[in-house]
């Protein structure tokens, strides 16, 4: 392992709505890690930027640049990193509906992905992290211990996004709808969303959140035992 990677890095990848937020903060919290979740370092510069122009169809990666560095990662309670700007929590701005719409094309800005994952790899230089985004085990932690790649069916990936939007169970025109929103945003993100080539992929369509969490767990603890004996050996 090369000098400045943590003991050990747990890398999620996958597409939009594939739950990898959620079961990342979990599993840290299972392992006693830090969570870093990229895509909300993409939110925020999102954010900051429709402060200054709501027209996102007008930006250039320039403009969108200019505004990354009011946006900084820091450790919090709860064993997370969020993302400030200009020092002040941004809370449920980052998940509005106009960031949601905006950050895919921020996403795509080849200066915006270096400037994330290098706040990536700064947030995880002092602490054993679970990140997860569309390409941390391929492009920011290649030499990751343990690689996991979700996937689900589009349909209960959407479905899964609007219970937890709406707090109710969606009717199937609005899945449908969902679904066609999610599937143009995977084609769009799709060459930044690609599994890591020693990526584990767990298909989460039939499984539930805790399945999915427990696996990971038992796939870091094998991980690290199996690091822990090379070592000693």
Do not use: C
């Amino acid at each position: 392992m090369s000098v400045g990677t943590p003991r050990l890095v747990i890398a999620i990848d996958g597409p939009a709505a594939a739950g990898k937020s959620s079961t990342a903060r979990w599993v840290a919290d299972r392992l006693g890690f830090r969570h870093v979740d990229s895509g909300s370092l993409y939110r925020a510069v999102t954010v900051a930027a429709l402060a200054a122009d709501p027209a996102p169809e007008a930006w250039s990666e320039t403009d969108v640049l200019t505004h990354a560095p009011r946006v900084t990662l820091e450790p919090a309670g709860g064993g997370s990193f969020l993302p400030l700007i200009d020092g002040r929590a941004v809370g449920d701005e980052i998940r509005s509906p106009e960031v949601t719409r905006a950050v895919s094309l921020v996403a795509q800005m080849p200066g915006v992905r270096a400037w994330v994952n290098g706040q990536v790899r700064n947030a995880a230089r002092d602490h054993d992290v679970v990140v997860d985004g569309r390409d941390m085990g391929t492009a920011v932690f290649p030499e990751a211990l343990l690689k996991v790649f979700l996937v689900a069916d589009p349909w209960e990936r959407a479905r899964r996004r609007l219970v937890q939007r709406l707090g109710r169970s969606p009717t199937d025109t609005e899945v449908a709808e969902e679904t066609d929103r999610l599937v143009q945003r995977d084609a769009k993100d799709a060459t930044q969303t690609v599994p890591a080539r020693d990526a584990v992929v767990v298909d989460t369509t039939y499984i539930t959140q805790e399945e999915q969490v427990e696996r990971i767990v038992a796939l870091a603890r094998a991980v690290t035992h199996r690091e822990d004996v090379t070592s000693d050996g």
